[in-house]
């Protein structure tokens, strides 16, 4: 077996009269920085059929101009999805507060939450909790998902609702609660 090389000799393939060409390397004088300005553009609502869905499309149920604010901005976009979240995340720190609170009052909520006896009532506590979060935050976020909302009332109201928790885990606090 003859041993080939996969190349070929060259100038086997190359046309009658080639020469390789090299090209020089061409160099652009630097340009001064000019800063881009663009005329603002009306939307298209035959673009993007889902935005005339969420805005309105112009001229139908009485609205002139595509739901613009007085300025000739655009509205902002909505936020309920993560504010819904947010929430959602809040109300579960204070459920879970407010369910430490509840077993460390009454023997029989304690026995309730108890699901697996070595670990005692902490597994109903944080299972009640993750379930709840689980149902909570879907409800919200339909009934939310279209709204432009504050993030910063939402966010304080969260923060709220997380002290609330926070101070139901607190010993000394659900401590006061227990049967004497």
């Given amino acids: 077996m003859s041993m080939q090389s996969w190349r070929e000799p060259p100038g086997q393939w190359e046309p009658q009269g080639w020469e390789p060409q090299t090209r020089e390397p061409q160099t652009r004088e630097p340009q001064g920085w000019e800063p881009q300005t663009r005329e603002p553009q009306e939307p298209s609502w035959e673009a993007d059929p889902w935005e005339a869905d969420r805005y309105g499309e112009p001229g139908a149920d009485g609205v002139e101009e595509a ?68 149902v909570i935050w879907p409800n919200l976020h339909y009934r939310l998902r279209d709204r432009h909302l504050d993030l910063y009332k939402a966010f304080l109201f969260t923060l709220f609702l997380v002290g609330l928790g926070l101070v139901g885990t607190f010993p000394p606090f659900y401590q006061m609660f227990q049967p004497r």
């Fill in 67 to 134: 739901a613009y604010l007085d300025d000739g901005e655009a509205p902002a976009e909505p936020n309920g999805g993560v504010v819904a979240a947010i929430v959602a995340a809040g109300l579960a720190c204070a459920i879970f507060g407010s369910l430490v609170v509840a077993t460390a009052a009454s023997p029989a909520i304690a026995k309730l939450m108890t699901f697996y006896w070595p670990a005692g009532p902490l597994t109903g506590k944080s299972t009640v909790t993750i379930v709840a979060y689980l």
